[in-house]
Nanobody, 116 residues
């Protein structure tokens, strides 16, 4: 069984930066797509960014130009560098992994709060 463990959330002022990390354990070489989703209170979970094993990236329009997703396939780790953070970025951020088998898994979530 593959586990996803996120880290790097916290409280930051508007305009600040945070870097989220997600480390997968287990069959990391069978992971196809890794990504980040977020869910704010009362809102549906939404895609923030995702990256394939060959480096193709997709971003939500709301984070383009501010967030950067990257991945280390050898370590089974995905990162989300978040710059110019806004209060509306406040949410629980979840790591997601989609395997070549079609199996998918979620991390436990990490809170990001943007507030002065």
């Amino acid at each position: 069984q593959v586990q996803l463990v996120e880290s790097g959330g916290g409280l930051v002022q508007p305009g600040g930066s945070l870097r989220l990390s997600c480390a997968a354990s287990g069959s990391i070489f069978s992971i196809n797509v890794m990504g980040w989703y977020r869910q704010a209170p009362g809102q549906q979970r939404e895609l923030v960014a995702r990256i394939t094993s060959d480096g193709r990236m997709l971003y939500a329009d709301s984070v383009k130009g501010r967030f950067t997703i990257s991945r280390d396939n050898a370590k089974g780790t995905v990162y989300l560098q978040m710059n110019s953070l806004k209060p509306e970025d406040t949410a629980v951020y979840y790591c997601h992994a989609l395997f070549t088998s079609g199996y998918a898994n979620w991390g436990q979530g990490t809170q990001v709060t943007v507030s002065s």
